[in-house]
């Protein structure tokens, strides 16, 4: 069976909070669903609209480690309370579709459907591409979104390997925003900037080259030469401790540069 509304100006947030806006008015947040494997099911097939959810696949994402005996009728049950919120009068006329037939379970968004991690996506790939043509312009404003949805927990309280796979994924697109900001910062002559971007980015990762470069790159840009010597020397101390490889021959000839 299927339920179908019509859309106008659908928002769909599935990171740092669960919630759907309809014109800029928040129609359903986290009070609406019963608890977090209510929460779970809705982001799941949110993020997995593209095609039917067979009922055995969501029963992993929600019991990862043992499904009870009863847990046909306990997906059933949550799956009932979600076509019953997604069907209330707040939905009316919002384009939705959620068909629950032959063991699967799928949800639509009208075309024009709006969610933020897809939205985040879509804008660290057009900052990359912006910093790859050299347009700082075009790339600090999407590498800013970017960062600012990656930046925000998923599914904070749940447990399993879908939502850390998920987290995970977030974590990645945040330092490559990172990346991106911090680069087009020292473009545009703001280090300090730049500084404070590279940081976050080499504490999220540690021996990402990339950011290390713009680490130092950002000190030097500041009139901190020592803080960029410094920061290449423990950098190329963490990789032979720990991985046992030198810095790239980009690393060190950017080094080599700041030294001269």
Not at 106 to 128: F, T
Request: charged letters at 25%; one cysteine or more; proline letters at 4%.
């Amino acid at each position: 069976m299927a339920n179908v509304w019509r859309a106008m100006g659908l928002r769909i947030y599935v990171t740092g909070r669960v919630a759907v806006e309809v014109d800029g008015q928040v129609v359903i947040d986290e009070r609406r669903f019963r608890g977090k494997q209510d929460r779970l099911v809705f982001v799941y097939l949110i993020c997995e609209r593209s095609r039917p959810v067979a009922k055995e696949e969501l029963a992993s994402v929600l019991w990862p480690e043992e499904q009870s005996e009863a847990w046909e009728a306990a997906l059933s049950a949550l799956t009932s309370r979600l076509a019953k919120l997604l069907s209330s009068d707040v939905m009316a006329g919002q384009g939705m579709s959620f068909s629950r037939s032959f063991g699967q379970y799928q949800l639509r968004l009208p075309s024009d459907g709006w969610v933020d991690i897809e939205a985040g996506n879509s804008a660290l790939d057009r900052a990359e591409a912006a910093v790859r043509a050299g347009d700082a312009r075009n790339a600090l404003g999407p590498a800013a979104v970017a960062a600012s949805i990656a930046r925000r927990p998923f599914l904070p309280g749940v447990d399993g390997f879908w939502r850390e796979s998920m987290q995970g994924k977030l974590d990645r697109q945040l330092v490559r925003a990172l990346d991106c900001l911090g680069e087009m910062q020292l473009e545009i002559g703001e280090p300090q900037t730049a500084l404070e971007s590279a940081l976050e980015a080499v504490k999220l990762d540690p021996y990402r080259e990339r950011a290390h470069r713009c680490l130092m790159r950002a000190y030097a840009a500041t009139g901190n030469r020592a803080k960029a010597v410094a920061a290449y020397h423990e950098f190329r101390e963490l990789l032979a401790n720990e991985v046992g490889t030198d810095p790239e021959p980009e690393t060190e000839a950017l080094y080599l540069k700041i030294l001269d």
